[in-house]
């Protein structure tokens, strides 16, 4: 019986708020505003980063990744979000569900990853400055930048084959407004112990490992930045260490809470609320907090303008 559920089996439907339809109109507007924000930020890096040659350094390379990274990540869920909210058919195809799930799922393990290599290129700039440039060369940062890639997408496969050769016995109704790993879990209708276990090992060494390096990066610039004569130079310092965490902990704290507990204690809600801020806030705020308040990005607006 589970075979012919399955075999007929055409889609699924990705309920999102339909059931505060009072929500609906209020978050449409709200969601597009950000995606625009974003994705005009995020590509203005993107371009500034590319035609401004005195932005060509690792810092801006690793930063227009991320900025292209979050391009794609809004893009992956915000457009079907957007439709769902107009339409009544609220429908997704098998296909598109396991391309949006895979997407999703691998662009995240890449900004993890990133946001590691980041912390340690401003590590060794502010800590290391004499030999920043030996230390974070051009074939490093690529070698880098590459590796971030490949094992966000690499768990992404494996994630994704295990989730979506789950059984769902005809059932399609996904509460959520995209599809996600501990969601489609949920629906499954077989024992899903042993795919629990993995997602928790994979969520440790994709988000606990690499915030603790982030965590100890910053702990090894604030006590450099502490040795700072200047009040003045500590404390710009220390606001944009501040600013860069405050980042940080708002990515990683919401899919903390996401994957580390299981899927049976969900509330739908709530985790619907906490996947808005790292599909679409954290977006908005890396080009924010990053790089569109800094001179160096400023000044080549102003000469690309």
Request: aromatic share 10%.
């Amino acid at each position: 019986m589970e075979r012919v559920n399955d075999s007929t089996f055409s889609g699924f439907i990705l309920l999102g708020f339909s059931n505060r339809p009072q929500l609906e109109t209020g978050l449409f507007v709200v969601i597009l505003i950000i995606y625009f924000l974003s994705f005009l930020g995020n590509g203005t890096i993107i371009l500034l980063s590319i035609a401004d040659p005195c932005l060509h350094t690792p810092m801006y390379f690793f930063l227009s990744n991320l900025s292209f990274m979050d391009l794609c990540l809004t893009t992956c869920t915000v457009p079907q979000t957007l439709v769902n909210f107009k339409e009544k058919d609220k429908t997704i195809t098998y296909g598109g569900c396991v391309t949006q799930l895979f997407i999703a799922l691998g662009l995240g393990g890449v900004e993890c990853v990133l946001l590691s290599v980041m912390a340690y290129d401003r590590y060794a700039a502010v800590c290391r400055p004499l030999h920043y440039m030996l230390i974070v060369h051009p074939q490093l940062c690529l070698q880098l930048v590459v590796t971030a890639w490949l094992t966000g997408f690499g768990n992404s496969v494996v994630q994704t084959a295990l989730t979506m050769t789950l059984p769902f016995c005809g059932k399609n109704r996904v509460d959520h407004f995209f599809c996600e790993v501990p969601v489609m879990l949920k629906l499954a209708c077989a024992n899903t112990s042993i795919n629990e276990a993995e997602l928790f090992a994979v969520s440790v060494l994709f988000l606990v490992i690499p915030l603790s390096l982030i965590l100890v990066s910053y702990g090894h610039i604030t006590h450099a930045v502490l040795k700072i004569k200047s009040a003045q130079g500590r404390q710009k310092a220390f606001g944009t260490c501040g600013s860069h965490l405050l980042v940080v902990i708002i990515f990683f704290g919401t899919l903390i809470s996401m994957y580390l507990q299981p899927p049976s204690s969900y509330s739908q809600d709530v985790n619907k609320s906490i996947a808005l801020f790292y599909t679409l806030v954290t977006p908005l705020l890396n080009p924010l907090i990053y790089t569109l308040r800094n001179k160096e990005v400023k000044g080549a607006l102003r000469r690309l303008v």
